[in-house]
């Protein structure tokens, strides 16, 4: 079974900051994928991020980019350059190559401070 | 393209009644998968389906139940409603069944009284 662990329930960051959000998971599979979702107030969960556990090169999109650590299975999330919006519920997510269940972390809540 | 509707957005029952969610796929996707979202936690898989059978399933008792239909939408039903299912149900939609990206919809938000 997996298990996604995200020890920081609440962070906050002055806006046009940097900061990272933890991660932390569990399992026994060799290929898997793990994820970041954003969850705003309006309750849509939304892609942030995305890795493939066999790519070594950690993934990038624009502001927000990872540091996975597959042999101590971390999963890491940085945020460049906060702004406003990005004000949410972050969850930490993985999933089997093949079996599509995403296991959920329980989330940070991200607040940004103008 | 669309992306991926639910209905309703709020739902009051009271316990032991039925409730039934529906959930429209993003045109294309084959996989649709339900999560329940207690408040304060992360998604619970409930369970999937690809192409209109049942693809795996979480850890709810089979009072859970779903069905997909042709059109690649799908049905939730929760039989004698508890307490402890007030939750926000979640459906997601993928295209192809390994790992790629789950699309969200905005969730029914489900109170039993």
């Known amino acids: 079974a997996q298990t996604v662990t995200q020890s920081q329930p609440e962070m906050s960051v002055q806006e046009a900051e940097t900061v990272t959000l933890s991660c932390t998971y569990d399992t026994s599979e060799s290929d898997y994928y793990l994820f970041w979702y954003k969850q705003p107030p309006s309750r849509q969960m939304i892609l942030v991020i995305r890795q493939e556990a066999y790519k070594q090169q950690n993934a990038t999109e624009n502001r927000f980019s990872v540091n996975f650590q597959k042999a101590a299975k971390s999963f890491s999330l940085k945020i460049s350059d906060s702004q406003l919006g990005d004000a949410a519920m972050y969850f930490c997510?993985?999933?089997?190559?093949?079996?599509?269940?995403?296991?959920f972390g329980t989330g940070t809540r991200l607040t940004i401070i103008p | 393209e669309t992306g991926v509707t639910q209905s309703p957005t709020h739902l009051i029952k009271t316990r032991g009644q039925q409730v039934t969610l529906r959930c429209s796929s993003q045109s294309g996707h084959n996989t649709v998968s339900w999560y329940q979202q207690a408040l304060g936690q992360g998604p619970q898989f409930i369970f999937q389906y690809y192409r209109e059978e049942e693809n795996g399933r979480g850890n709810f008792p089979p009072r859970f139940s779903g069905l997909q239909f042709p059109n690649y939408s799908s049905e939730l039903n929760v039989n004698a409603l508890e307490l402890d299912d007030s939750a926000l149900y979640l459906c997601a939609s993928s295209l192809i069944s390994r790992g790629d990206e789950q699309f969200f919809g905005p969730g029914t938000r489900l109170t039993v009284l």
């Open positions: 997510a993985s999933t089997n190559f093949g079996n599509e269940k995403l296991t």
